[in-house]
């Protein structure tokens, strides 16, 4: 067990705890912010943080944009995302496209508060689940943004020998035309680039440069379900505080690294909660 811990806890980086906040509350966090003690704050963010924008998350129910998709017949949520069920059923993927297209919603609180971080030089990075590309419109550049589940901003052939690029402004005037976007090159179909997760160059490169320097991770608006991005909440150094505003606890150690001696996920309510 000693070896495994040892083993985990460098491959996850879990150093030694250190307490950084003065308490474990807000006004802790602001403090720790307004002392100069951090730099490189990284937000990861969901749907929940746009929501207040007129945009359904995904998973409520009833409401849910999945929910509203169940006309499609689905055979499970995610499918819809998947490029081999894109490819035989397009027309569930358009339909949701139109509902979250860039240009219909304005930017939430949530967003214009990543976008203060960035612009007081204290944003490292926007880890984001959402398609709506709402952060971009608040102000944040390519740059300064990890889109882990893609974005409107380029759309291409989805034929390998293909690939051709098409335009925001060209997707759009498919989208809202009812049509099903074809590549006028070879006919296949035209997608933007939602990345499978784990085929992300920059999902796969950046969390190593980013968590380790992170000294305030802020996650704002998901249930983190989906992994890997779930994951990236324990690969920031173990004395980093994380701060969750949600409407639901999420994120908590699973039972296997509790067994092992260490946590890596939020502990909200135990006794030896430090951060």
């Known amino acids: 067990v000693d070896f495994l811990r040892s083993l985990f806890s460098s491959t996850l980086g879990l150093g030694s705890a250190e307490k950084v906040l003065d308490e474990l509350t807000l006004a802790g966090v602001a403090r720790y912010i307004n002392g100069g003690?951090?730099?490189?704050?990284?937000?990861?963010?969901?749907?929940?943080?746009?929501?207040?924008?007129?945009?359904?998350?995904?998973?409520?129910?009833?409401?849910?944009?999945?929910?509203?998709?169940?006309?499609?017949?689905?055979?499970?949520?995610e499918a819809i995302f998947q490029i081999d069920y894109f490819?035989?059923?397009?027309?569930?993927?358009?339909?949701?496209?139109?509902?979250?297209?860039p240009g219909q919603f304005k930017p939430t609180i949530c967003h214009y508060f990543i976008k203060m971080l960035k612009d007081q030089g204290l944003l490292r990075r926007?880890?984001?689940?959402?398609?709506?590309?709402?952060?971009?419109?608040?102000?944040?550049?390519?740059?300064?943004?990890?889109?882990?589940h893609g974005t409107f901003y380029t759309s291409h052939c989805v034929s390998f020998c293909c690939r051709k690029e098409y335009t925001l402004d060209w997707m759009k005037e498919k989208i809202f035309a009812d049509a099903i976007p074809?590549?006028?090159?070879?006919?296949?179909?035209?997608?933007?680039?939602?990345?499978?997760?784990?085929h992300s160059a920059e999902m796969n490169l950046s969390p190593c440069q980013d968590f380790p320097r992170c000294d305030l991770l802020i996650v704002m608006g998901t249930s983190l379900?989906?992994?890997?991005?779930?994951?990236?909440?324990?690969?920031?150094?173990?004395?980093?505080?994380?701060?969750?505003?949600?409407?639901e606890k999420a994120g908590e150690a699973g039972p296997m690294l509790g067994l092992l001696g260490f946590g890596?996920?939020?502990?909200?309510?135990s006794d030896k909660a430090y951060r």
């Not at 296949?188 to 499978?196: A, C, G, I, Q, R």
């Not at 989906?226 to 505080?241: D, I």
């Open 37 to 77: 003690k951090c730099k490189n704050i990284v937000c990861m963010v969901g749907a929940g943080i746009s929501t207040s924008a007129g945009i359904p998350d995904f998973r409520s129910p009833g409401t849910g944009l999945y929910a509203n998709l169940q006309k499609y017949n689905l055979p499970y949520p």
């Open 182 to 198: 074809k590549c006028e090159k070879c006919g296949s179909l035209v997608k933007p680039v939602f990345l499978p997760r784990n």
């Open 225 to 247: 379900q989906v992994q890997p991005f779930a994951s990236l909440v324990s690969r920031v150094p173990k004395s980093c505080p994380r701060l969750l505003i949600n409407m």
């Open 87 to 101: 490819k035989k059923h397009p027309e569930p993927f358009f339909a949701l496209a139109r509902e979250l297209y």
């Open 264 to 269: 890596g996920g939020m502990d909200f309510d």
């Open 126 to 148: 926007c880890y984001t689940q959402n398609i709506d590309t709402l952060e971009r419109v608040a102000g944040l550049q390519g740059e300064d943004l990890i889109e882990a």
